[in-house]
DNA sequence: ATGATCTCAGTAAACGGTTACTCCCTCTTT
DNA sequence: AAAGAGGGAGTAACCGTTTACTGAGATCAT
């Protein structure tokens, strides 16, 4: 019995005879054997695992766009690989070349990130030596790179997201509303600001740049800011806040200020994580389709690799899930 | 210039003059060369993968673990695969094979199970199985296994959290206290309920089975159990949820009826999920070190597998957190 | 000057599979 | 009965690295 029968006998991609295919299977039962990945990549193809690159899994958000990555390659036969970044450039350029290493077929990035001309560097550098290496890069949750180069991105309408939260706070009467806005120079900032402003004009309300705090979308940061809104007696029925966990700890900043939600002031937040709906009040919120986030880039990315097209650029859909953080002014 | 010369000059481990050096380096740049980790690892040695084989990774626990494997992972240089099994035992097989295949140094299967015969079997199959391909099982949250296997095992302490959090609630002045346990069978379920009772019996409670509701540790399930208590009339000021999800459901059904926690109900959750000080009432509940969990896990392993050592057995403590979801009855 | 030592590059044998190619044996077909 | 067909097994090349071994030239000691 020879290697190759058994290699025959196991891919099943030639004719075996019965009883030395049970002889073979007897054998490999016994032996508990198993093949090795490595030398079958080395010959016959095997198809590489999909490589998730975040800043952090335990984001509520995050999360979920880790599930969906990980459903869909698993669904289409891929091993994920995942791996934080907490934020460190240097950890990023490791691994991507270790995703080369690897022939991970698809690299996706998540986050939004600050569009400088270093990043658009880098991005581009990662786009065309994973292309060489056969992988695809694939930019979940931030704006296409400029240019043509070999990347797929799948974003979702931060713009539109924002503007409905605006317009319905407006809708509401509310004139004056806090926005606690992202990181200055973050995708995702700028353009749920835009979507802000947008819906601002189309009320025909003035935009007050004393009521825009920039800040991290961390909770922490929404507490403080909040916290720090109220000090300075800027006067705002409502607060636009620019992520769930933002809201989060504005609505604890406003408890201790003894003012009611959605009483005395209005919330909006953006994300709907899980718990938004168990704050209380329940939160209103933008829903980010996370999970389909993450299907999504791995399917385009297969889709390709395996010549049946897929397109280069998505962007997904958001909507305003209405809870009860929102009252109507009289 | 051979590949015997690449492979030294990139190694570094073999005298190389510093012409050649150069030339070597030129090329590697030139060509965007990189090495192919299987090739590699089929002649001299790799690190192995860590993997995590998990429910569903969007819990808001379960993630941290995530999180913590995968920093330990990356601190002593593996790359973490993540894969989710949806409790299907299939799938579980399958990417025990797997990761067979992959060569990984660590097998990390993440949460509690029901302890019967069949999964006991499957167990010491998987540990005696990863054990020959040199991997290593890790049961992270669960019991050890009977017998003398190849296994690492690193548990919490469900019975003392239950404990410590009965124990708050009894010495408050609590009499009837609502118990919404796990699953029946369930390993996490059985301990919580162990020391549930055990407290009662210290305090010299009795234990009343019809406050012991079974469920499934779900939000729903605590929101629906909680409503049917309450429709069946069950006499009882405090409820020891057995997770903070099924806590976050139980507060839902509280307030529809009308309750006030903690003003008529108090309650105790376990877990200490992220978002359990932003519920109202910010939620007393028992801290589970999920990260470390993780962390210990694919140390434990990995020391091992390095023949440093490395304990067979762990249990980390866990820790009330006493926030304002509990009021002493007058 | 000559052998010993050292430095550094090349050769070739693994590592564990896959697969094109060869070849033998049996079963048909005429 | 001889030739052809086809099933089923073995042989060997190859995938991309690492590394023990070989050996050529330079340097050094005697």
Same mark, same amino acid.
Request: aromatic share 4%.
């Given at each position: ?5 058994v290699?025959r ?47 952090d ?15 869909e390659?698993?669904d289409?036969?891929?091993l ?6 907490? $934020?460190? *450039?240097?950890?990023?350029?490791? =691994?991507?070349?270790?995703? @080369?290493?690897?022939? /991970?077929? !698809?690299?996706? +990035?998540v986050?939004?990130?600050?569009q ?14 994973l292309?060489a290496?056969?992988s ?10 400029p ?26 009467g ?37 009521? $825009?705090? *920039?800040?991290?979308?961390t909770? =922490?940061?929404?507490?403080? @800011?909040?916290?720090? /809104?109220? !000090?300075?007696? +800027? ?33 909006v ?18 829903r ?43």
């Amino acid at each position: 019995m020879s290697v190759a029968t058994v290699s025959r006998t196991l891919a099943g991609n030639y004719p075996v005879s019965t009883e030395t295919r049970a002889r073979v299977m007897a054998a490999v039962e016994a032996l508990h054997y198993v093949v090795n990945v490595h030398a079958k990549a080395l010959s016959g193809r095997v198809a590489g695992p999909v490589a998730l690159v975040i800043k952090d899994i335990t984001g509520p958000s995050l999360a979920h766009v880790a599930a969906g990555v990980e459903q869909e390659a698993a669904d289409r036969g891929r091993l994920s690989l995942v791996c934080a970044t907490h $934020d460190d *450039p240097a950890r990023e350029d490791d =691994l991507v070349q270790l995703m @080369r290493e690897q022939h /991970a077929a !698809a690299v996706v +990035l998540v986050g939004g990130a600050v569009q400088d001309e270093a990043y658009r560097r880098r991005m581009a550098e990662y786009a065309t030596a994973l292309d060489a290496a056969g992988s695809r890069l694939v930019l979940v949750g931030r704006p296409p790179l400029p240019g043509d180069l070999p990347v797929t991105v799948v974003e979702y309408d931060n713009r539109g997201g924002a503007f409905q939260a605006t317009d319905h706070l407006l809708t509401a009467g509310h004139q004056h509303v806090l926005f606690l806005s992202g990181a200055p120079g973050l995708s995702t900032s700028e353009q749920r600001g835009d979507g802000f402003r947008h819906a601002l004009r189309a009320h025909g309300v003035a935009y007050q740049e004393e009521l $825009d705090l *920039p800040g991290p979308y961390t909770r =922490l940061s929404g507490y403080q @800011r909040t916290k720090q /809104a109220l !000090a300075a007696g +800027l006067a705002f029925t409502a607060v636009f806040a620019g992520t769930d966990m933002v809201a989060t700890g504005a609505l604890a900043a406003l408890r201790e200020a003894g003012l009611d939600v959605p009483g005395d002031v209005s919330i909006v937040g953006f994300d709907d994580v899980p718990f938004a709906a168990d704050l209380s009040p329940a939160l209103t919120t933008v829903r980010v389709p996370y999970e389909d986030l993450g299907r999504t880039a791995v399917r385009l990315a297969l889709e390709r690799e395996e010549r049946i097209g897929g397109d280069d650029h998505v962007v997904l859909s958001t909507q305003l899930v209405i809870r009860q953080s929102v009252r109507a002014l009289p």
